[in-house]
């Protein structure tokens, strides 16, 4: 895998299921994240862009609103470079000249990549919800409690529960809430601290755990398409 990245490169919806259903088959751990805007720009603190311009130039950079972080934040970033080498699928934008930027400037290679945005388009995808209603996942992050009501009106579907997040201090308590709680896989949308979660309960847990960023909000849209009532 070079950067930048190419075409065939890019991971497929079928392929992400395949392996996210091969793994919760086969009890194996397997962990996929994403590397947005907000991620790229923690990824870059001293290393493109100094904290001055972040301060001046990045207006979400002194709430955790967006992204579930204040900048600046390098131990976040570092335990984020960490995941990245880590992480068995990174979600990256196609022909961005930022994430090309900061994969440059820290020379490391994903595993595996798909597009940043699959997490999306992956409830419209009968097969992964096929695989939310065979093994119903953990929930994690502030759309969580909304997300489950939301599968159970739905599909039916009883989630084995849901932990909130509202920012970087709370990601220890986090996993270690997610690792009490019996359960095959996880949908993390917790900002840019889902890198680490994901990659956290894949290693340490052996868990399947995929960074499902806004995924659940654009599902319970009344604009979003409802396959949700639609799966064989």
């Not at 955790?64 to 934008?93: H, Q």
């Not at 690792?179 to 889902?194: F, K, P, R």
Request: hydrophobic share 40%; with cysteine.
């Amino acid at each position: 895998m070079s950067v930048p990245f190419s075409p065939e490169e890019y991971a497929s919806a079928e392929e992400i299921v395949d392996r996210i259903g091969y793994s919760l088959s086969w009890g194996r751990p397997f962990s996929l994240i994403r590397l947005g805007d907000g991620e790229l720009m923690v990824l870059a603190q001293e290393l493109i862009y100094s904290f001055d311009w972040i301060e001046k130039n990045v207006p979400w950079g002194n709430s955790n609103t967006y992204c579930g972080v204040r900048l600046p934040n390098l131990e976040l970033r570092d335990r984020m470079v960490d995941s990245i080498t880590k992480a068995d699928m990174v979600g990256v934008f196609a022909d961005d000249d930022f994430t090309l930027q900061v994969f440059n400037a820290l020379n490391i290679q994903p595993r595996s990549i798909c597009y940043a945005f699959e997490n999306i388009y992956l409830p419209m995808f009968k097969p992964f919800v096929n695989l939310i209603r065979r093994y119903p996942p953990l929930l994690v992050g502030r759309p969580a409690e909304q997300f489950a009501r939301y599968l159970y009106e739905t599909l039916g579907v009883v989630v084995p529960g849901t932990v909130p997040i509202d920012g970087y201090e709370e990601i220890e308590l986090c996993i270690e809430a997610m690792s009490g709680i019996s359960h095959d896989w996880s949908l993390v949308s917790a900002g840019c601290n889902a890198t680490v979660i994901c990659t956290t309960m894949a290693e340490q847990w052996g868990k399947v755990a995929i960074d499902f960023g806004h995924a659940p909000d654009n599902a319970m849209s009344p604009d979003y398409p409802d396959y949700w009532l639609n799966v064989d």
